[in-house]
């Protein structure tokens, strides 16, 4: 299983790399438009932070084949372990399977139902990631979705994996990884629930205040 961080707050990966079992780390425009630095400027920060061996995913800002051809060119020529993100479109999926023909390997983003993620994998891509919050905001059902086209990876496209995105809350992130998913992407607020409980504050302040009160100290 693979857990990534989906943000390009360089502090925010430096922090939770340290305490969770982090792959690496997807980006997209506009994440790393919050951070108001150049893309490979943040590349860069990020890579160095997760490591030699850490993945790094960044996204195509073109929207027709020819450009997102180019640009990905581009992002792996400075980051050559890089995996390029393209939308799943028409133009997309041509992107996708030129790129696929030179060797970049790619992820299938922006991807809402079961059929468009096949398309992109059954094209090359190596990821495929649906948007679970956005679907379920949409009335629709994220997991679903996700069901789905797990189920469609494993007849029609074995090599190919979801990457999961779009969470609001750790149990959408659970409920794919029950679903087969073996890859997920958190936002940093979401990872932070995963290790931030008030029940569990509340438990350790007991066990402090217990061994105060018979001890006088913290210490054994």
């Known amino acids: 299983m693979e857990i990534y961080l989906d943000t390009a707050d360089v502090n925010a990966v430096e922090r939770l790399h340290s305490i969770l079992p982090v792959k690496g780390v997807t980006t997209n425009p506009s994440i790393v438009a919050k951070e108001k630095k150049p893309l490979f400027d943040v590349l860069a920060e990020l890579q160095a932070v997760i490591g030699p061996d850490g993945q790094l995913f960044a996204q195509v800002i073109a929207n027709n084949a020819q450009g997102m051809i180019k640009e990905a060119e581009e992002l792996t020529k400075r980051f ?3 995996v390029v993100k393209v939308p799943v479109t028409a133009q997309g999926l041509i992107a996708i ?8 390997t790619t992820l299938g983003t922006a991807v809402y139902g079961a059929a468009q ?4 994998v059954l094209a090359g891509a190596k990821y495929v ?3 679970v919050n956005r679907i379920d905001a949409q009335s629709g059902s994220g997991i679903e979705v996700v069901s789905e086209l797990q189920r469609l990876l494993a007849l029609h ?3 190919s994996m979801i990457l999961a995105a779009s969470f609001r809350t750790p149990r959408q992130a659970l409920d794919c990884l029950l679903a087969g998913c073996e890859a997920i ?3 940093v607020d979401v990872a932070e629930l995963f290790i931030a409980d008030p029940a569990v504050d509340a438990a350790i302040r007991k066990f402090e205040d ?3 009160t018979a001890f006088g100290k913290l210490t054994f």
């Open 210 to 212: 217990d061994w105060q």
């Open 157 to 159: 496209a074995p090599s």
């Open 117 to 120: 993620g096949l398309l992109s």
């Open 97 to 104: 399977k030129a790129l696929t023909e030179q060797g970049i």
């Open 129 to 131: 990631a649906p948007y």
């Open 80 to 82: 050559p372990s890089l």
């Open 185 to 187: 992407t958190l936002p």
